[in-house]
T-cell receptor, first 108, second 119 residues
Framework: EDQVTQSPEALRLQEGESSSLNCSYTVSGLRGLFWYRQDPGKGPEFLFTLYSAGEEKEKERLKATLTKKESFLHITAPKPEDSATYLCASNYGQNFVFGPGTRLSVLP | NAGVMQNPRHLVRRRGQEARLRCSPM?????VYWYRQLPEEGLKFMVYLQKENIIDESGMPKERFSAEFPKEGPSILRIQQVVRGDSAAYFC?????????????????FGPGTRLTVL
């Protein structure tokens, strides 16, 4: 069965303390790996799409990387406004499978 | 360019009533996905539709749930005879193209969700 797992489940950082979130997937025929940010009570907000191992994408303090079995979302010098749940998802043709998310809290 | 719109944002129903959730995709998008999210859980795929066609409904319960995306108007997710276990946030997402085609750009864009509470 195609699965997406994320770790840690929750992460608490001090402002400025860099860290990484992990997304692991077991797939057959992975098409793409997606990262979203979700704030409480809102819909997921698209961040990145990665398609091939070795690919990297950056946006402000976030950088996403992809290997053959996992993806990392690196957060450099986070700020309190980066607090949210970060979701990763993969698609296999037409199907999209989401991981359970990592709840990130950045303390001032 | 308006984003994905969903309404109502909050819906309260009593057990046995019908719930009707609407989703208007982004302009130019003809592909719609519905997901359900329970508290502290991830998004679970329900159904994928194109205009006038259901492409994949493998994640949708066989009974009481139905979805449509007519030629004109929004996509509708309909839940008949709701039960307490149907209480959840329902999200719709849209994309401009069939996923899996060469050239990338499979990302989906989500609406704000409808929070269904069944009393």
């Amino acid at each position: 069965e195609d699965q997406v797992t994320q770790s840690p489940e929750a992460l608490r950082l001090q402002e400025g303390e860099s860290s990484s979130l992990n997304c692991s997937y077991t797939v057959s025929g992975l098409r793409g790996l997606f990262w979203y940010r979700q704030d409480p009570g809102k819909g997921p907000e698209f961040l990145f799409t990665l398609y091939s191992a070795g690919e990297e994408k950056e946006k402000e303090r976030l950088k996403a990387t992809l290997t053959k079995k996992e993806s990392f979302l690196h957060i450099t010098a986070p700020k309190p406004e980066d607090s949210a749940t970060y979701l990763c998802a993969s698609n296999y043709g037409q199907n999209f499978v989401f991981g359970p998310g990592t709840r990130l809290s950045v303390l001032p | 360019n308006a984003g994905v719109m969903q309404n109502p944002r909050h819906l309260v129903r009593r057990r046995g009533q019908e719930a009707r959730l609407r989703c208007s995709p982004m302009k130019g998008h003809s592909h719609v996905y519905w997901y359900r999210q329970l508290p502290e859980e991830g998004l679970k795929f329900m159904v994928y539709l194109q205009k006038e066609n259901i492409i994949d409904e493998s994640g949708m319960p066989k009974e009481r749930f139905s979805a449509e995306f007519p030629k004109e108007g929004p996509s509708i997710l309909r839940i008949q005879q709701v039960v307490r276990g149907d209480s959840a946030a329902y999200f719709c997402a849209s994309s401009p193209r069939l996923p899996g085609l060469a050239g990338g750009r499979d990302e989906q864009f989500f609406g704000p969700g409808t929070r269904l509470t069944v009393l």
